[in-house]
């Protein structure tokens, strides 16, 4: 959240009641996007998810940027499923020194965290 690219997700977890969560032991890998990530969406789509009403939904799709384990990148492989919190999964593809995870490239890997590691991600992913 310091890093200051962050803020649309600082707003996001705050709306889904998750930063006491994601402040827990842990461990936990997070998935991070970044503002520009969140404004790839369709217009209107952040501003909808940040409704008291969708709140349950907005849950779903940060859960799914978090998972109950601590991977550093070298820890992931190509081909892997990663179970993340939701109870979905979401899949690793490596080709050379490009990680993505889902739809979303990993632009900053291995950011060390009190309670696990966070990857900054350029996209949302959203669960199918």
Known sequence: MS?????????A??????VDTLKGDGPF???APTDEAFAKLPK???????????KE????????HVAAAKAMSSDLS????????????????I??????VGDAKVVKADIAASNGVIHVIDAVLLPK
Do not use: C, R, W
């Not at 890093?3 to 707003?11: E, H, M, P, R, V």
């Not at 939904?57 to 799914?64: D, R, S």
């Open 29 to 31: 890998t997070v998935f």
């Open 44 to 54: 209107g789509t952040v501003e909808g998810l940040l409704k008291p009403e969708n």
């Open 13 to 18: 977890l705050q709306a889904a009641d998750l």
């Open 78 to 93: 190509d081909g892997q499923d990663v179970k993340t919190v939701n109870g979905k999964s979401v899949k690793v593809s």
């Open 3 to 11: 890093a200051g690219s962050f803020t649309t997700l600082a707003k």
């Open 57 to 64: 939904k907005l849950k779903g799709i940060l859960t799914y």
């Open 95 to 100: 080709d050379g020194k490009t990680v993505m």
